[in-house]
């Protein structure tokens, strides 16, 4: 197991079979740079073009087809002192007949306290004088290659993950991927120093980051995202409407609770029924993201 520290010089504007920057085995860590949505890198310089541009990809040994990549996310540190949000809030996301009555879209410049641990909003408007949210760093966009050798943009996201921005992808939490071209090709990017529930103004705080992560291969085959903190187990369904991403969730929950905890359906039903949790991840772009969680309190492993 050793540790890498890889510095991007190019990026891409989509996650699929590219000729990897780096190999690196199972076991082992990655440290390196990304830069925000729109390009912008630790120095506030245009470095690549939006949207999201992804560092990678990254060949991990061992991984193949059929495999699962988990990736260990370790630390989240932003490399800049300020990030960037849109606003208003999105088409998606509001009834029909307040849209004409929608304001112009404007961008926002955010503070980002590493010593205080809060964001602030420069220039607020009146009543967000005193708005200081905790920084809360979370992957808006990390995936693998997609299966059959296709590409997909990092607008939006598939079974290979892409643009979930899932708060859960945080410090902490263990991001399981479904492998489909050798290596996996693991590509990760647009970060956020915070971020509500749907990313439904389009953005979190964009900035740039220093990432750490470290990967191990499963030889198992899961079909959709799954993730596990120390308190819960979730799955990631994404896809449009936003019933079919639930769903694509739900179904990959039932199956890892036959798998590891060994209940049927019928079990799974009865467990879920009454304790299942549901998040609302990205709902602005193509792809909808839902996460489907139970706590682990729950769950016995067999």
């Given at each position: 197991?050793?540790?890498?520290h890889?510095?991007p010089?190019r990026?891409?504007?989509?996650?699929?079979?590219?000729e990897?920057?780096?190999h690196l085995?199972?076991?082992?860590?990655?440290?390196?740079?990304?830069?925000?949505?729109s390009?912008?890198d630790?120095?506030?310089v245009?470095?690549?073009?939006?949207p999201?541009?992804m560092?990678?990809p990254?060949?991990?040994?061992?991984a193949?087809?059929?495999d699962?990549?988990t990736?260990?996310?370790?630390r989240?540190t932003?490399s800049?002192a300020?990030g960037w949000t849109?606003?208003?809030?999105a088409?998606?996301?509001?009834?029909?007949?307040a849209?004409?009555d929608?304001?112009a879209?404007?961008r926002?410049v955010?503070e980002i306290?590493g010593n205080?641990?809060?964001v602030?909003?420069?220039d607020a408007?009146k009543?967000?004088?005193d708005?200081?949210p905790p920084l809360?760093?979370m992957?808006g966009c990390?995936?693998?290659?997609p299966?059959r050798?296709?590409?997909?943009?990092t607008?939006?996201?598939?079974?290979?993950g892409?643009n979930?921005?899932y708060?859960l992808?945080?410090p902490?939490t263990t991001?399981w991927?479904?492998?489909s071209?050798?290596?996996?090709?693991?590509?990760?990017?647009?970060?956020h120093?915070c971020q509500g529930?749907?990313?439904i103004v389009?953005t979190g705080i964009?900035?740039s980051?220093?990432m750490?992560?470290?990967?191990?291969?499963?030889?198992r085959?899961?079909?959709w995202?799954r993730?596990?903190t120390?308190?819960?187990?979730?799955?990631?369904g994404?896809?449009?409407p936003l019933?079919?991403a639930l769903?694509h969730?739900?179904t990959?929950?039932v199956r890892?609770l036959?798998?590891?905890?060994?209940?049927d359906?019928?079990?799974?039903?009865h467990?879920m029924?009454?304790?299942?949790?549901?998040d609302?991840?990205?709902v602005f772009n193509?792809?909808?993201?839902?996460?489907?969680?139970?706590a682990?309190?729950?769950?016995r492993?067999?």
């Amino acid at each position: 197991m050793a540790t890498h520290h890889f510095h991007p010089t190019r990026y891409f504007n989509v996650i699929g079979t590219a000729e990897p920057c780096l190999h690196l085995a199972d076991g082992d860590t990655l440290v390196t740079d990304t830069v925000d949505a729109s390009g912008l890198d630790a120095h506030d310089v245009a470095v690549a073009e939006r949207p999201n541009p992804m560092t990678g990809p990254f060949f991990i040994e061992g991984a193949e087809p059929g495999d699962t990549l988990t990736v260990r996310i370790d630390r989240l540190t932003p490399s800049r002192a300020t990030g960037w949000t849109m606003s208003p809030l999105a088409f998606t996301v509001l009834d029909p007949a307040a849209i004409p009555d929608r304001p112009a879209m404007q961008r926002a410049v955010w503070e980002i306290g590493g010593n205080t641990g809060t964001v602030r909003l420069r220039d607020a408007p009146k009543g967000l004088e005193d708005f200081t949210p905790p920084l809360q760093p979370m992957i808006g966009c990390f995936g693998v290659a997609p299966a059959r050798g296709q590409a997909f943009s990092t607008a939006t996201s598939a079974q290979n993950g892409g643009n979930m921005d899932y708060r859960l992808f945080a410090p902490g939490t263990t991001a399981w991927f479904p492998v489909s071209a050798p290596g996996a090709l693991f590509y990760l990017g647009d970060g956020h120093a915070c971020q509500g529930d749907g990313e439904i103004v389009g953005t979190g705080i964009e900035t740039s980051f220093e990432m750490e992560v470290t990967f191990h291969v499963l030889k198992r085959t899961i079909l959709w995202p799954r993730g596990e903190t120390m308190e819960d187990i979730f799955t990631v369904g994404n896809a449009r409407p936003l019933d079919q991403a639930l769903q694509h969730a739900t179904t990959e929950m039932v199956r890892w609770l036959g798998e590891d905890y060994g209940l049927d359906a019928r079990a799974a039903s009865h467990l879920m029924g009454q304790v299942v949790c549901y998040d609302v991840g990205n709902v602005f772009n193509p792809a909808f993201t839902v996460g489907c969680r139970i706590a682990k309190r729950w769950l016995r492993p067999v």
